[in-house]
């Protein structure tokens, strides 16, 4: 990390936060129709941490300065979180939800910061990863660029990890008006967690919970089974 970087004062360092729909830490994904592909995932401050304090104090000073060097003036962001909250890249967990309206598994009660890699959209990148030794996983100008199944298995959804990620403000009715959003630059994971809803990853090890089979089949009826499915069938109209 450059001496710039670590004295960016829109730069927050995060200890210990959960990761979240991390699918496209692996490979790009579009968050809307025609949208550019692009590696991000959200950022899960948990309240139980003993670092949510320090965490929310990181991110809410480097919001302010983001504010500060958008608009001179550092409050404004809180304006904007009044009439637009999906305008500003951190929010509380209750207001996450899917299509029937229900909050995620494992987001109330938190802080969320959901972000993407740097590049924005002309020249999207994936963030540097570092497993828990911190080893590079990602990270092309240390010649490290590991499979996307490797990076998932070391940035599940679920997994802990400590992050650098900075807050930067936008402005104008061609980018959708003011805002404040967030890149993330550097991922550590610390590889502990249970894995959330929609992050598990099947390895041949789930196969030995199935008990074998008998491989005679001589004993089915063919024509019972036939019927079976016919009936089964029906069910669905």
Same mark, same amino acid.
């Given at each position: 990390?450059?001496?710039?970087?670590?004295?960016?004062?829109?730069?927050?360092?995060?200890?210990?936060?959960?990761?979240?729909?991390?699918?496209?830490?692996?490979?790009?994904?579009?968050?809307?129709?025609?949208? =550019? !592909?692009?590696? *991000?995932?959200?950022?899960?401050?948990? #309240?139980?941490? $003993?670092?949510?304090?320090?965490? +929310? @104090?990181?991110?809410?000073?480097?919001?302010?300065?983001?504010?500060?060097?958008?608009?001179?003036?550092?409050?404004?962001?809180?304006?904007?979180?009044?009439?637009?909250?999906?305008?500003?890249?951190?929010?509380?967990?209750?207001?996450?939800?899917?299509?029937?309206?229900?909050?995620?598994?494992?987001?109330?009660?938190?802080?969320? =910061? !959901?972000?993407? *890699?740097?590049?924005?959209?002309?020249? #999207?990148?994936? $963030?540097?990863?570092?497993?828990? +030794? @911190?080893?590079?996983?990602?990270?092309?100008?240390?010649?490290?660029?590991?499979?996307?199944?490797?990076?998932?298995?070391?940035?599940?959804?679920?997994?802990?990890?400590?992050?650098?990620?900075?807050?930067?403000?936008?402005?104008?009715?061609?980018?959708?008006?003011?805002?404040?959003?967030?890149?993330?630059?550097?991922?550590?994971?610390?590889?502990?967690?249970?894995?959330?809803?929609?992050?598990?990853?099947?390895?041949?090890?789930?196969?030995?919970?199935?008990?074998?089979?008998?491989?005679?089949?001589?004993?089915?009826?063919?024509?019972?089974?036939?019927?079976?499915?016919?009936?089964?069938?029906?069910?669905?109209?």
């Amino acid at each position: 990390m450059t001496d710039e970087k670590k004295k960016n004062p829109r730069i927050a360092t995060l200890k210990n936060v959960r990761l979240s729909f991390t699918d496209s830490l692996g490979e790009a994904k579009a968050t809307v129709k025609n949208g =550019v !592909p692009k590696h *991000g995932c959200n950022l899960l401050l948990e #309240p139980s941490t $003993p670092e949510f304090e320090a965490n +929310k @104090k990181a991110v809410l000073a480097a919001i302010t300065a983001a504010s500060e060097e958008t608009w001179g003036k550092p409050d404004k962001w809180k304006k904007i979180l009044e009439d637009d909250p999906k305008r500003i890249q951190y929010r509380k967990g209750e207001k996450f939800t899917n299509a029937d309206d229900e909050v995620y598994t494992g987001y109330a009660g938190c802080m969320v =910061v !959901p972000g993407y *890699g740097p590049g924005g959209t002309k020249n #999207p990148k994936r $963030p540097a990863i570092m497993d828990r +030794k @911190k080893n590079w996983v990602w990270n092309p100008d240390k010649g490290a660029e590991a499979s996307n199944s490797k990076i998932l298995d070391v940035c599940y959804s679920g997994c802990y990890a400590d992050v650098k990620v900075e807050f930067y403000g936008v402005t104008g009715a061609d980018n959708g008006g003011d805002g404040i959003f967030s890149t993330i630059h550097l991922i550590r994971s610390r590889q502990t967690g249970d894995r959330m809803a929609g992050g598990y990853r099947i390895s041949d090890e789930d196969a030995d919970d199935f008990d074998d089979l008998n491989d005679d089949l001589d004993d089915l009826d063919d024509g019972d089974t036939a019927s079976g499915g016919s009936d089964d069938d029906d069910l669905f109209g």
